[in-house]
């Protein structure tokens, strides 16, 4: 070969290595946004479920946390996104059903906005103990009574005001008529280092969030309709007379409004095929959460019921309403978690 020749093959062999990292450095990056501290629950679901469709569908979504106003931010961030199927969005429900009650001035309409893909997974809250509580303290009923007995202890910790975990703690106190004295606290890690360190008695708290926690930390309740078939030594509220106490939360992804419907689709079809793949049974088995398949009809009627009972519910404790700030907002009205 020619000098001449070879030098002309080297450069256009070059040129066209250049050209495919351009082009490939110039397509959109995919992911899926999730509003959250790290380390939380839904963190560890996007992620897992992300490993899975990446692997089975040769896809290359990644994962990103915003942990700074991190609910608020995430949802304006995918609104504002294009609707190509290269940004999703996860939430916890609330964001979808509660916050439009408990916050002013929002700035998405969960329904106008977005468009559903699925219900990821539904997930239960819990009465979780410390080890501050005797260990012959095992049920709701033997709690209260211990707190009776012990005022200093009554503090009943939740993250963040205005949560779903919030209702539950007012309700706790409102259906036993026990003088708890619920506890804001701005992210589930802070309020269960407090629980380990015996400056708080009890929580409630998302279920997979107390998994490994160490001596003296037990769930002595859990708001599911039934005992989840991975935690079955838990029983339900509903079981110990609080059938009040019985709610659920979810993970929805969501697109932004906008997106062909044919494409959505395509993302739906990856989404269920993922919820039907063992990895993914395992991952429901580790998190404590169940999956659930939904149509888009069926969540936005899920939606529609969800925040009409929520909101009757915040009326009736008479939570203040929150503005929603571009800012980061004080520890006590910190977005959900």
């Known amino acids: 070969m020619k000098r001449r020749s070879f030098l002309t093959g080297t450069a256009a062999a070059l040129f066209t290595l250049r050209s495919a990292r351009l082009f490939a450095a110039s397509q959109p990056a995919k992911r899926l946004i999730?509003?959250?501290?790290?380390?939380?629950v839904g963190g560890k679901l996007a992620s897992g479920v992300l490993d899975i469709i990446n692997k089975h569908f040769n896809d290359d979504y990644t994962l990103q946390?915003?942990?700074?106003?991190?609910?608020?931010?995430?949802?304006?961030?995918?609104?504002?996104?294009?609707?190509?199927?290269?940004?999703?969005?996860?939430?916890?429900?609330g964001a979808m059903t509660l916050f439009p009650s408990t916050y002013r001035g929002l700035k998405y309409d969960p329904v106008a906005d977005f468009v559903p893909l699925a219900i990821m997974a539904e997930y239960a809250f819990t009465l979780t103990l410390g080890p501050a509580v005797p260990a012959t303290v095992t049920n709701v009923d033997t709690y209260l009574a211990w707190v009776n007995q012990n005022p200093d202890y009554r503090d009943l910790g939740f993250a963040l005001y205005g949560s779903q975990s919030h209702l539950m703690a007012?309700?706790?106190?409102?259906?036993?008529?026990?003088?708890?004295?619920?506890?804001?606290?701005?992210?589930a890690d802070a309020m269960l280092q407090d629980l380990q360190k015996q400056?708080?008695?009890?929580?409630i708290t998302i279920g997979g969030n107390t998994l490994g926690m160490g001596p003296?930390?037990?769930?002595?309740?859990?708001?599911?309709p039934t005992r989840l078939e991975s935690w079955p030594q838990v029983a339900t509220f509903a079981e110990q007379g609080l059938s009040q106490l019985t709610m659920q939360g979810w993970y929805g992804w969501f697109a932004p409004a906008g997106m062909p419907a044919a494409a959505a689709q395509a993302l739906r079809d990856q989404i269920v095929a993922a919820q039907k793949t063992p990895e993914f049974a395992a991952l429901e088995q580790r998190l404590l959460v169940t999956?659930?398949?939904?149509?888009?009809?069926?969540?936005?009627?899920?939606?529609?019921?969800?925040?009409?009972?929520?909101?009757?519910?915040?009326?009736s404790y008479g939570l203040t309403q929150m503005e929603a700030a571009s800012r980061p907002l004080p520890d006590r009205f910190a977005t959900m978690v």
Do not use: W
Request: proline share 4%; aromatic share 2%; with cysteine.
């Open 34 to 40: 999730f509003g959250s501290p790290s380390g939380a």
């Open 65 to 93: 946390v915003i942990d700074t106003r991190n609910t608020l931010q995430a949802t304006e961030t995918v609104k504002a996104a294009l609707p190509d199927g290269n940004t999703l969005l996860q939430v916890q429900s």
């Open 170 to 187: 007012l309700m706790l106190a409102r259906e036993k008529e026990v003088a708890l004295r619920p506890q804001s606290y701005k992210t």
């Open 199 to 203: 400056n708080l008695a009890a929580c």
């Open 216 to 224: 003296g930390v037990r769930t002595v309740g859990i708001s599911s």
């Open 291 to 315: 999956s659930v398949l939904a149509s888009p009809a069926q969540i936005r009627e899920r939606m529609s019921l969800e925040t009409t009972e929520l909101h009757s519910l915040v009326k």
